[in-house]
């Protein structure tokens, strides 16, 4: 016969387990993509040239940020690549990608407009914009949209 | 602390069945938190409609899918072909240099929480989103 106190200690397992199941947050905040690029320059961000690290590419806006935080421009998702660099998306801006490179203290999962996304020293910005045979060409990005992730709007 | 004191005091059947109970009103009410707001990945947008178009429009199921064969920077008048006069307007962006995004909003038939956003470049299709409204 069952021990009455081992069926106590198992439902109760089992209420605590579904009431976590079912307050977890979504369980891939910091999953890991790997937008594929358009364009395939010879020298490109992660590089390694005679020992020295490449941190930054032809498209990428280099920023000197002192430590200062950088914010989510829109709702939207910071995910993150290979490299650690954040990649933003947003319903807001369909079709493109943002990705910063150089970012401390990344904050990754769903983010609120206005929130933090991290801080950085030099940040190096990239604007991708979604092609027809699904990689992401870098392109040019507009001052406005480089400003929203440097004000908490 | 509780079964130890519940061994020591004899803990009875009743008991028991009210701990149980207890268990399963804590793990109904786990379930009831609305799933929506635990699945969702990207909060609601905050940009809203700088101008009514159709205040009745609805996107169909039939008309998303043939939207969703149309590839990236494909003329604007194919989309146009597709879809019926948008819900809204959504405010101008500037995110290319030099290129000003316009963005219609529908909501979905079968879903009028989301909106399916469409955003064009110039003459260019740009893309699309699902974004979920509160």
Not at chain 1, 60 to 71: C, E, F, H, R, T
Not at chain 1, 73 to 83: I, L, N, S, T
Not at chain 2, 115 to 130: K, N, P, R
Request: proline content about 8%.
């Amino acid at each position: 016969m069952l021990d009455i106190h081992s069926v106590f200690a198992v439902s109760r397992g089992v209420a605590i387990a579904l009431t976590l199941a079912s307050c977890a947050p979504p369980p891939q905040p910091d999953e890991t993509i790997r937008p594929q690029l358009y364009q395939q320059w010879q020298v490109q961000p992660g590089d390694t040239l005679n020992g020295v690290s490449v941190i930054g590419g032809l498209g990428d806006i280099g920023l000197s940020l002192n430590g200062q935080s950088v914010y989510a421009p829109f709702p939207g998702r910071a995910q993150k690549d290979p490299r650690n660099c954040l990649i933003f998306s947003t319903p807001d801006v369909p079709a493109y990608l943002f990705r910063l490179c150089g970012l401390s203290n990344l904050r990754l999962g769903p983010r609120h407009q206005g929130e933090a996304l991290g801080t950085a020293t030099i940040l190096h910005v990239a604007t991708l914009r979604k092609q027809p045979n699904g990689t992401w060409a870098i392109v040019e990005p507009s001052k406005p949209i480089i400003k929203r992730f440097l004000t908490r709007s | 602390m509780m079964e130890y004191q519940a061994r020591n005091t004899g803990f009875n059947a009743s008991g028991i069945k009210y701990m149980l109970a207890g268990g399963t009103v804590v793990a109904a009410l786990g379930l009831l938190v609305e799933p929506q707001a635990l699945m969702s990945k990207i909060a609601p947008a905050k940009d809203v409609c700088q101008e009514v178009i159709q205040p009745q429009a609805v996107l169909s199921r039939d008309r998303l899918s043939q939207l969703l064969t149309i590839p990236e920077r494909s003329n604007k008048e194919q989309i146009r072909q597709v879809m019926q006069a948008p819900y809204c307007r959504l405010p101008d962006l500037e995110v290319r240099a030099g290129s000003t995004a316009k963005r219609e909003a529908y909501p979905l038939a079968f879903d009028p929480n989301t909106w399916l956003v469409v955003m064009y470049e110039g003459e260019e299709y740009a893309g699309y989103s699902f974004s979920f409204r509160r």
